[in-house]
């Protein structure tokens, strides 16, 4: 049942500086989110630093970081703030949206700033603490500024979307209201990502087509586990001679996994593709027979907080799934039923998953059914559109007084 009471139409502003990087996990949950809004007979606006796929009806304004100072880590973000403040101000001007929906970045602060000005209702939506993953995953310069900008958008914000319930545990221990927090996982597009695509075309292309074929999408990030797929791949190949390990993306860890396959001596059963754009992702899903999402958890003492998009176009496709049973995963996956979950760190337990499913075909056509259907009955976009909505209607009745 739609929970729309009239059209609506909403600013989404993707924050973050991403350059030329428009494909990957970020860029299909906005494509997603704004597809579960149009889906539902409303309007959405869309603003960026960088380009990005939409979908034709969508009006889209591009406003750039500036040029001079992208080589110079995190200072570029503070100036940055002010002039897109004063571009979404003429934006929410000409479009008149009811609400602004930024997807919080690290030391962007322009959702308060036009909060305060405006006084539009103003929704946050968090994959994770900044300040965590830049301390644990990259570099971090100006920590005390990322700390407050941080604290003032959780403060300035409506309401708040994270992805997972350790999220939402996070930012209340931060002393984040957890009665405006609101989890809200990631999900797909399950037109786009289908049992009915056929992948025999990239079957061919690759040469693949008498093999079987163990998948892996992703940006290779260090959460990914992408590192304990290609370990292995040398248990992989000893228990299914003919298997292929299909790994489908780049980034950061790709040559460590080069790295890996090479010492192993495993390179003949192994294919690196490269990034591919998200409009071929779905035959490339649907040419594997297995997919996989080995995540881990990084950083001392963390818990799994990430809610992978993977996940759900794995399920959507309609095929066996092996994840590791950590976080969301270990909750979405029932284990034997609609997918298989594995130890978290072991490539040995990863390839005997694999293996119990190459052996027992029927038992992998009945969890890659239900696997189609934990998608259809739960983690479609358009399910999270309804909730934003539903929670934009709940901002306005309390500013009414209802």
Not at 264 to 279: A, M, Q, R, W, Y
Not at 373 to 379: A, E, G, N
Request: proline share 4%.
């Amino acid at each position: 049942m739609s929970l729309r009471k009239e059209a609506l139409k909403g600013l989404f502003w993707r924050s973050d500086f991403y350059g030329a990087s428009t494909e990957g996990g970020m860029a299909s949950m906005h494509l997603g989110l704004l597809t579960g809004f149009i889906k539902l007979g409303h309007t959405p606006v869309f603003a960026s630093s960088g380009r990005m796929r939409l979908p034709d009806v969508v009006n889209y304004y591009f406003i750039p970081y500036s040029k001079l100072l992208m080589n110079l880590p995190e200072v570029l973000n503070l100036p940055y703030n002010r002039k897109v403040s004063k571009s979404l101000i003429k934006i929410i001007e000409k479009e008149k949206p009811d609400f602004l929906y930024q997807h919080h970045a690290d030391l962007n602060y322009s959702g308060t700033i036009l909060k305060r000005k405006l006084g539009l209702p103003f929704i946050l939506q968090c994959e994770s603490v900044q300040y965590w993953v830049k301390k644990n995953w990259g570099k971090l310069y100006l920590k005390h500024h990322l700390k407050w900008a941080e604290e003032i958008q959780w403060a300035a914000a409506d309401a708040i979307f994270v992805v997972s319930d350790n999220v939402k545990k996070m930012m209340v221990e931060l002393g984040v209201d957890e009665k405006k927090i609101y989890v809200n996982r990631s999900s797909v597009n399950p037109d786009v990502f289908s049992p009915e695509i056929d992948g025999s075309e990239i079957r061919k292309k690759l040469d693949i087509e008498s093999n079987f074929v163990i998948g892996f999408s992703g940006s290779f990030a260090q959460w990914h586990g992408v590192e304990v797929l290609a370990q292995a791949v040398k248990y992989i190949s000893k228990l299914i001679p003919k298997a292929k390990i299909l790994f489908i993306g780049d980034g950061l860890l790709r040559p460590k996994i080069e790295s890996i396959i090479k010492n192993d001596n495993v390179e003949k059963s192994c294919i690196l593709t490269g990034l591919v754009p998200f409009n071929e992702m779905p035959d490339y899903l649907a040419a594997c027979d297995v997919l996989v999402t080995p995540c881990v958890r990084t950083g001392e003492g963390s818990e799994f907080f990430n809610s992978p998009i993977k996940l759900y176009e794995y399920l959507s496709m309609g095929k066996p799934v092996v994840a590791t049973d950590i976080g969301e995963q270990g909750e979405v996956i029932q284990h034997l039923t609609n997918g298989m979950l594995c130890s978290e760190q072991s490539p040995e337990d990863l390839a005997e998953s694999i293996n119990y499913i190459y052996k027992n075909p029927d038992f992998a056509e009945t969890i890659a059914a239900n696997a189609r259907k934990t998608v259809l009955d739960k983690y479609d976009w358009k399910l999270n559109a309804q909730k934003v909505i539903e929670i934009y209607h709940q901002i306005i009745n309390k500013k009414r007084g209802k």
